[in-house]
Antibody, heavy 121, light 108 residues
Framework: EVQLVESGGGLVQPGRSLRLSCTAS????????MSWVRQAPGKGLEWVGF??????????ENAASVKGRFTISRDDSKRIAYLQMNSLKSEDTGVYYC????????????WGQGTLVTVSS | SSELTQDPAVSVALGQTVRITCQGD??????ASWYQQRPGQAPVLVIY???NRPSGIPDRFSGSSSGITASLTITGAQAEDEADYYC???????????FGGGTKLTVL
């Protein structure tokens, strides 16, 4: 059974940093790209970014709203994807979901339960 | 354009058919995927590609696409289908991903 479990959320002050983790099980983690998707309170889904599998260079893409502040990385040996969030703003508040990305046609076929990040002083 | 546009809200009578649409230039090049999100829960993939359903998704859910419009159809809507529905696709560059604003489906 595929499982994705996010952790690391919490309350953080504006301008500070936070690192989220996504621990995967039930599939060959290294074979898949992984994304982070967030949802502000009462709002819709927003793609944050993804990291390709090592077979495709392990490179990353980020949404314009977080470019230069957020970094996605992965440790295939530990089956974990990370989202490093720096210079946090109040508008970064929301639930952050980890997803498994699956090929062509492109889709997010599995989602974690999400972790809440609150940016407030 | 890298936007996907959805109607904010749609309603359907129990047992009737409803279509939820998603429009965007990127849909000329890329298929949409559709996600159901019930209150307080994580999204779930319901349709992807030309018209593919993941295992466990009822066959009353179907998808189609024409030009810049993708559609999710629920044939014989059930009370449990009341949820928010989001479309998504790669953007026109192919390197990023975009979501529609979501459609709140009410089953009357």
């Amino acid at each position: 059974e595929v499982q994705l479990v996010e952790s690391g959320g919490g309350l953080v002050q504006p301008g500070r940093s936070l690192r989220l983790s996504c621990t995967a099980s039930g599939f060959t983690f290294g074979d898949y790209a992984m994304s982070w998707v967030r949802q502000a309170p009462g709002k819709g889904l927003e793609w944050v970014g993804f990291i390709r599998s090592k077979a495709y260079g392990g490179t990353t893409e980020n949404a314009a709203s977080v470019k230069g502040r957020f970094t996605i990385s992965r440790d295939d040996s530990k089956r974990i994807a990370y989202l490093q969030m720096n210079s946090l703003k109040s508008e970064d508040t929301g639930v952050y979901y980890c997803t498994r990305d699956n090929g062509d046609p492109y889709r997010f076929d599995y989602w974690g339960q999400g972790t809440l990040v609150t940016v407030s002083s | 354009s890298s936007e996907l546009t959805q109607d904010p809200a749609v309603s359907v009578a129990l047992g009737q058919t409803v279509r939820i649409t998603c429009q965007g230039d990127s849909l000329r090049s890329y298929y949409a995927s559709w996600y159901q999100q019930r209150p307080g829960q994580a999204p779930v993939l319901v349709i992807y590609g030309k018209n593919n359903r993941p295992s466990g998704i009822p066959d009353r859910f179907s998808g189609s696409s024409s030009g810049i419009t993708a559609s999710l159809t629920i044939t014989g809507a059930q009370a449990e289908d009341e949820a928010d529905y989001y479309c998504s696709s790669r953007d026109s560059s192919g390197n990023h991903v975009v979501f529609g604003g979501g459609t709140k489906l009410t089953v009357l």
